[in-house]
């Protein structure tokens, strides 16, 4: 497969034709190896609109969502983000000029796309989703699926800082970006997306007798 003309074809099909004019979203998602981000069995399918395997339940988000969350995020060179469960977004954001660490609850994540992440400059650590490693981020984005917002997201952004999420409660989740004022966080809806759920993030069933 040529990787470059698939890129190409990505952010053509995918990107540009859903509003996404950021011109450094469109360059480093040209410059980007995403199928070094999926299983290597599932490599053949990378440059697909499709929810891709990367290892056990964990998969890419399909490009169309992360560069919408990525534009809306207003990502810029020289800010430091952290990218949970968001590997391929860590990828892209690094591209763009950002200092990245990206962190998973999982080393077998890591163990399929860590090389990838490091020749990108970008900073891996395995610790729990729901506590973010460490503080102060200009920026945090993820590419799995909440049923809610981690309070502790929201405590790991310095004044100023930016979250963008995809919160799903039922079949169709929201994207959400959220702004941290000195009064607390600010929400505002960006576009329907399905992502599947990040299984450590998601409470379990109840039910009442």
């Not at 395997?53 to 430091?80: F, Y």
């Not at 395995?126 to 503080?135: D, H, N, Q, Y």
């Not at 049923?147 to 919160?167: F, H, S």
Request: proline share 5%.
């Amino acid at each position: 497969m040529d990787f470059t003309a698939e890129r190409k074809a990505m952010v053509d099909s995918q990107v540009r034709v859903n509003d996404v004019t950021n011109h450094e979203i469109h360059m480093a998602m040209m410059e980007v190896p995403r199928e070094r981000y999926c299983a290597p069995d599932r490599v053949f399918a990378a440059y697909s609109d499709a929810s891709v395997e990367i290892a056990g339940d964990r998969k890419l988000m399909p490009a169309r969502d992360v560069s919408k969350l990525l534009q809306a995020a207003d990502a810029r060179e020289g800010e430091k983000a952290l990218a949970i469960a968001a590997p391929y977004a860590a990828a892209v954001l690094a591209r763009m000029g950002l200092t990245v660490t990206a962190q998973e609850a999982d080393q077998a994540v890591f163990d399929v796309v860590g090389e990838a992440l490091a020749e990108d400059g970008v900073a891996t650590a395995v610790a729990p989703l729901a506590s973010p490693v460490g503080e102060n981020w200009d920026l945090i984005v993820c590419e799995g699926g909440v049923a809610a917002l981690p309070d502790a997201w929201g405590e790991a952004l310095r004044t100023g800082g930016r979250l963008v999420v995809v919160e799903r409660r039922s079949a169709i989740g929201k994207a959400a970006l959220y702004v941290k004022g000195r009064e607390g966080l600010s929400r505002r809806e960006l576009f329907d997306s399905s992502p599947a759920l990040l299984a450590e993030l998601t409470p379990a069933p109840t039910f009442a007798l």
